[in-house]
Each structure stands twice: as C-alpha cells, then as structure tokens.
C-alpha cells in the first residue's frame, strides 16, 4: 500500500486512475479545481479518497498537497487542442506553470516518482510512422507545445535533481466519463452522444485523418506499471501508450454509427486549425521497459464506451 497524488482526479482520466487504486487498497489524495472535473466521477468512492479543490496554479496548495505522498501521478491539464488555438493563455498556465508547480512541489516534498501524462499531440505532422519515441517532437498547437514543455520539465527534474519521473505519451484516450457536450469534447465522446441523441457529427476535413484510439483501461494499466518498473528502465524517459493501430475518422465513424443503429451520414466541415493529420505508435518502448501491453483493443474499447453512455445518458 502506498499514498498517491492524482493530479486532475475528479477528470476523465484521473478518475480511472483514482477508482483503480481504490480498488486495490492504496491511500489516495485527489487533488483538482472541479472546471473540467466532477464531483460525479468520485461519488463511489467520495467516502475512502481525500479530495482538494485546489488549481494546478496555486503553487503553495500543491506543495502541501505533496507532503506525504509517495507517487503522483499527473493528469491535471486543461486539454484540447481547438481550445488552446482560440485562448492559449489559460491552457499555458495549468499545463506549464502547473507542471511546473506539481514538480517543485513534488521535489520539496520527497516524492519517490512522478507520472506525467504527455501528449502525441508532441509528434506533429512529421513524416515516418509508426511513432517512435526518438523522434524530434514537432508540436503544432499550443497545447502540444504545452504537454511537450512538461515531457522537458519531467526530464530535467530526473537529470537536476534525481526525482524520478516517466512521461507517457497518451494517444487518443477514450472511455466512459469521457466529457461528450463540450465544444472541446473528444470525438469519440462527442460523437456517441450526438448519435445517440438522433444528430449528425461533424466531421473536419475529410475524415480520412487517422488516429491510434485507445482504451481508458490501457493508460491505467500503463501507469500501474510505471510506478513499479525499476528506476533503471523508466526514470526520466517518455512512453508512447497506445493501441499501436491506426483508425481513420471515417472507420471510426462507421463502426460507431452500426454499435447505435444510426443511419445518416456525417456532415463534412473545414478541416480544424492545429489538428495532426495522422497519429500511430510504436509501442516497444513501453513494452520493453515497463511491461506494458494494451489489454483492451479499439473495437472491444468502443463496445464498452458505447455501453457506458447508453446507461449513462438513456432516456
Ligand atoms: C489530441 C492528441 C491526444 C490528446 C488530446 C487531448 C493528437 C494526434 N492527439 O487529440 O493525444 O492529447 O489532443 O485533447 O494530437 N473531430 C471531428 N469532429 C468533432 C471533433 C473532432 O471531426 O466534432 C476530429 C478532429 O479534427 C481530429 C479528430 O477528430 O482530427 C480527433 O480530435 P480530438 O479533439 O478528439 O483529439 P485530438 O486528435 O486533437
């Protein structure tokens, strides 16, 4: 048993990460300014997590925060790149002097690793796939030069100061809990509920853009194992967490049109400023270093979202 930090665990991610830990017996202190989280993701297990409302900006809150912890894992981010395009201001300020704050933080307070979860956004639209970890990072948007500033500042605090942290690069999350009716929303959220509510999805571009989806239970795994693998292997290097295949908008659209019996098609819009045109990774790395393979494959992945919503959201 062990105290864990879960940075954003009120979110979609982080609350994964809170109910799995739970589960297992270990101590976790929640810590998230409820902007993007919900009070509702934590409600079966209120009663056995401490939870801080405090913001990733506020750096004294997240230095006590620390105290007493034995791993943190970082999930905090204001995510989305459309959103970091319009207002990049806000999303600088919790990605980076967030980051920032919950490494000093970290430091000060003696933890023994730090999880950081990075972006593929970092990869941009370089030639060569799959994505491979040795690649100089391209970011596009704002928000990816953001998670990428993060990925640097994690190495740094292993290489100046010892404290160990592994930054995996998440590709493309999806899951339940997954926030649908943002304008900011993932698509695949978005796109379940809007075909559950009878509307037709916008596709931007062509929908011919590809991307590795995957499955919220595979980054949990990933960051179980990441906690556990030896120093040797994992401290201060960046993981590609992914399924390792690549689905087009299109496909993706299709297989989730036929999981609802929806029958129209999309309406076509402009292709989104900043968006990567194609997203695949190689994950050898994370499966040489930390033990990681993806339990949940994309189809298996989108029966049980789906399954999620329709509970979640009937009637
Ligand atoms: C990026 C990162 C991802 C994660 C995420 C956090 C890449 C390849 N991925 O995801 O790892 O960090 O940011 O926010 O950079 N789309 C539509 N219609 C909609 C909504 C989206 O067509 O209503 C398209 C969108 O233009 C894009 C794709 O769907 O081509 C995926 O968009 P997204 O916002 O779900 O995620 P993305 O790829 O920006």
């Known amino acids: 048993?062990?105290?864990?930090?879960?940075?954003?665990?009120?979110?979609?991610?982080?609350?994964?990460?809170?109910?799995?830990?739970?589960?297992?017996?270990?101590?976790?202190?929640?810590?998230?300014?409820?902007?993007?989280?919900?009070?509702?993701?934590?409600?079966?297990?209120?009663?056995?997590?401490?939870?801080?409302?405090?913001?990733?900006?506020?750096?004294?809150?997240?230095?006590?925060?620390?105290?007493?912890?034995?791993?943190?894992?970082?999930?905090?981010?204001?995510?989305?790149?459309?959103?970091?395009?319009?207002?990049?201001?806000?999303?600088?300020?919790?990605?980076?002097?967030?980051?920032?704050?919950?490494?000093?933080?970290?430091?000060?307070?003696?933890?023994?690793?730090?999880?950081?979860?990075?972006?593929?956004?970092?990869?941009?639209?370089?030639?060569?796939?799959?994505?491979?970890?040795?690649?100089?990072?391209?970011?596009?948007?704002?928000?990816?030069?953001?998670k990428l500033t993060g990925e640097l500042y994690m190495q740094a605090y292993w290489r100046v100061y010892g404290l160990e942290t592994v930054c995996l690069r998440y590709f493309n999350i999806f899951g339940a809990r997954q926030v649908p009716d943002s304008p900011y929303s993932g698509v695949m959220a978005r796109f379940i509920l809007m075909m559950m509510r009878g509307e037709r999805p916008t596709v931007f571009g062509d929908g011919e853009q590809g991307r590795d989806f995957t499955h919220v239970e595979n980054v949990v795994q990933a960051n179980l194992l990441a906690v556990d693998a030896p120093a040797t292997l994992a401290a201060g290097r960046v993981f590609n967490i992914a399924c390792g295949q690549r689905h087009t908008l299109n496909e993706t659209y299709a297989l989730l049109a036929t999981l609802l019996d929806f029958k129209h098609p999309p309406i076509y819009g402009p292709e989104r400023e900043g968006d990567v045109r194609d997203s695949l990774a190689d994950i050898s790395a994370a499966s040489a270093a930390l033990g990681y393979v993806p339990r949940i494959d994309f189809e298996e992945g989108l029966r049980r979202t789906v399954a999620w919503y329709r509970d979640e959201f009937a009637g």
């Not at 830990?21 to 902007?35: C, I, K, S, T, Y």
Request: charge should be negative; include cysteine; aromatic fraction near 6%.
């Open 1 to 146: 048993m062990a105290n864990y930090l879960i940075t954003g665990g009120a979110g979609f991610i982080g609350s994964h990460l809170v109910h799995a830990l739970v589960a297992r017996g270990d101590q976790v202190r929640v810590l998230d300014n409820f902007e993007t989280g919900l009070k509702k993701n934590l409600e079966p297990v209120w009663d056995r997590i401490e939870v801080r409302a405090v913001d990733l900006a506020d750096a004294d809150a997240v230095q006590s925060a620390c105290e007493g912890i034995d791993y943190v894992m970082h999930e905090g981010a204001l995510p989305s790149v459309p959103r970091s395009v319009k207002e990049p201001r806000p999303s600088h300020r919790t990605n980076i002097e967030g980051t920032f704050n919950v490494l000093e933080g970290a430091r000060l307070a003696g933890v023994k690793r730090v999880i950081y979860a990075a972006s593929s956004s970092a990869y941009g639209n370089q030639p060569g796939f799959p994505r491979v970890e040795t690649m100089a990072p391209q970011p596009l948007s704002p928000y990816a030069v953001q």
